[in-house]
């Protein structure tokens, strides 16, 4: 007998934090519908980053998984297993912690007194208390519970005139 789909995302998650422990984590994990037909989302991070390699690993791992718990999601799906990507949304503690020095968008809450805010500003440091950005060579600060959004902003390296 099938069981949810909220239960089949813990159990999943459950399997990927417990076999690659350390290594990978998951960033966020949904169930897509996408043109009628089932997609099982799951985004990978960790603390060296992540790799095509990395995905085909925990791709491979988490088929196995799922094929010998085939009650776990009922009906056909797919398997989508990937990085957030470069321009990502900082949404964790560790994702804040692994991404001091980077260039990040900012979007700010409005607050009585002051209207929403968007921002570009390179994170200079955090804690789960407060946020220090560098903003046109001067610190600006802020407390986390202001952060609507943040967004990592790829950067391109600069072409010296040879």
């Known amino acids: 007998m ?6 089949a995302l813990v159990k999943v998650r459950s399997h990927v934090e417990t076999t690659f422990a350390g290594k990978f ?6 169930f897509k519908s996408m043109k009628k037909r089932l997609t099982l989302e799951v985004l990978i991070d960790g ?3 992540i790799r095509v390699k990395d995905c085909e ?8 998984f799922l094929d010998e718990n085939e009650h776990l999601i009922p009906g056909s799906y797919s398997l989508d297993v990937s990085s957030p990507g470069a321009e990502r ?12 020095g980077r260039l990040v968008r ?11 805010e968007i921002f570009q500003g390179r994170l200079h440091e955090f804690s789960p208390a407060r946020v220090v950005v560098i903003v046109e060579k001067s610190l600006r600060e802020f407390p986390l519970a202001s952060v609507e959004e943040a967004r990592t902003v790829l950067e391109f390296p600069r ?3 040879g």
Do not use: C
Not at 2 to 7: K, N, R, S, T
Not at 89 to 100: A, G, M, Q, S
Not at 106 to 116: D, G, I
């Open 2 to 7: 099938p069981i949810g789909l909220d239960e």
């Open 25 to 30: 984590e998951i960033y966020d994990i949904r």
């Open 47 to 49: 603390p060296e980053g």
């Open 57 to 64: 690993t925990v791709s491979r791992s988490l088929s196995r």
């Open 89 to 100: 949304i900082l949404k964790r503690e560790v994702d804040f912690e692994r991404n001091v």
């Open 106 to 116: 900012w979007v700010l809450k409005p607050t009585k007194t002051t209207p929403k």
């Open 159 to 161: 072409k010296t005139r």
